[in-house]
């Protein structure tokens, strides 16, 4: 089992829909949560970080922590072409001290 | 927003040459870290450090090396440079205890001919 994963994709939704991101992690002492956006043949972009279980909204963007159930998800609402790209879940690992990013789902929104 | 710059952005470069990835951060940023992509897959941590003459190896083995004499500067050097090197090399910086993002430079895209 992977440490961190996510459905490569592609995802694809038309736009001024709600894309809906989902990423699963193993370590259960894991406190911190991050999403990045990559842009093909681009370096990541930090888009949130989430810390605490529940929702957090930034924007058209929420990410969604359920320590519970060790997983947490990105909903972008009012999707736009612009937001086609990767979104890379990333976990702090608390027993490596390391973060460990997923393999990316790959997002594709068509006008 | 991190200020984190990367250079050579592009480099091509023939076999057996001794390459320097430059990564520099002027953030102040104790942590530092290498991650190696390849085009659609996912990124490799090769090398980080958590302060100055701290460096240690990551996931993925690499036969590169990287010092850290400086906060602010986290070179990666390939001694002899071969086709299997060909990829794309991100730096990224941060801070703080486990709750910090880390940011990326904009990377440096390696072909070896």
């Known amino acids: 089992q992977k440490e961190v994963e996510q459905n490569s994709g592609p995802l694809s939704v038309p736009e001024g829909a709600i894309a809906s991101l989902n990423c699963t992690y193993s370590?259960?002492?894991?406190?911190?949560f991050f999403w990045y956006r990559q842009y093909s043949g681009k370096s990541p972009e930090l888009i949130m970080f989430i810390y605490s279980n529940g929702d957090k909204e930034d924007g058209r963007f929420t990410a969604q922590l359920n320590k519970a159930s060790q997983y947490v998800s990105l909903l972008i609402r009012d999707s736009q072409p612009s937001d086609s790209a990767t979104y890379l879940c990333?976990?702090?690992?608390?027993?490596?001290?390391?973060?460990?990013f997923g393999t990316g789902t790959r997002l594709l929104v068509s006008p | 927003e991190a200020d984190i710059y990367q250079t050579p952005r592009y480099l091509v470069i023939g076999t057996g040459k001794k390459i320097t990835l430059e990564c520099s951060q002027t953030?102040?940023?104790?942590?530092m870290y290498w991650y190696q992509q390849d085009p659609g897959m996912e990124l490799h941590l090769i090398h980080y450090?958590?302060?100055?003459?701290?460096?240690e190896k990551g996931d993925l083995s690499s036969e590169s090396t990287v010092s850290r004499i400086r906060t602010e500067h986290f070179p990666l050097t390939l001694e002899s440079a071969r086709p299997s090197h060909t990829s794309q090399y991100l730096c990224a910086s941060g801070t703080g205890p486990y709750n910090q993002p880390q940011h990326f430079g904009d990377g440096t895209r390696l072909s070896i001919l």
């Open positions: 370590d259960r002492g894991s406190q911190s």
């Open positions: 990333a976990v702090w690992n608390t027993g490596f001290q390391k973060l460990v």
């Open positions: 450090s958590y302060g100055v003459n701290s460096t």
């Open positions: 953030m102040g940023h104790d942590k």
